[in-house]
């Protein structure tokens, strides 16, 4: 069992910047891959960015160049630094990870561009 649990949300303005972290704990071993998902109201869950366990990173073209998602192992953490937030950002924004061959999810957190 892996419990994610995210902090950092809230309220921003187009062009400000956020960052977001995702703290992992529980039965957690070596997890290799985590990683950051949003969901914006009539949307489907969309992929943004995952980091693993070696630091190999891989971003969502929507997002490339804007976010950058850097990982604490040793604290099983990783964090998702948003620059040039725009209102098309706003979502719910949930931690990732898949160990054993499940999918384990965060809580999720708020964020909100304003215009």
């Known amino acids: 069992q892996v419990q994610l649990v995210e902090s950092g949300g809230g309220l921003v303005q187009s062009g400000g910047s956020l960052r977001l972290s995702c703290a992992a704990s529980?039965?957690?071993?070596?997890?290799?891959?985590l990683g950051w998902y949003r969901q914006a109201p009539g949307k489907q869950r969309e992929f943004l960015a995952v980091?693993?366990?070696?630091?190999?990173?891989n971003y969502a073209d929507s997002v490339k160049g804007r976010f950058t998602i850097s990982r604490d192992n040793a604290k099983n953490a990783i964090n998702l630094q948003m620059n040039s937030l725009k209102p098309e950002d706003t979502a719910v924004y949930y931690c990732?990870?898949?160990?054993?061959?499940?999918?384990?999810w965060g809580q999720g957190t708020q964020v909100t561009v304003s215009s």
């Open positions: 990732y990870t898949n160990l054993g061959g499940k999918d384990y």
């Open positions: 529980g039965t957690i071993g070596s997890i290799y891959v």
């Open positions: 980091i693993s366990s070696s630091g190999s990173t």
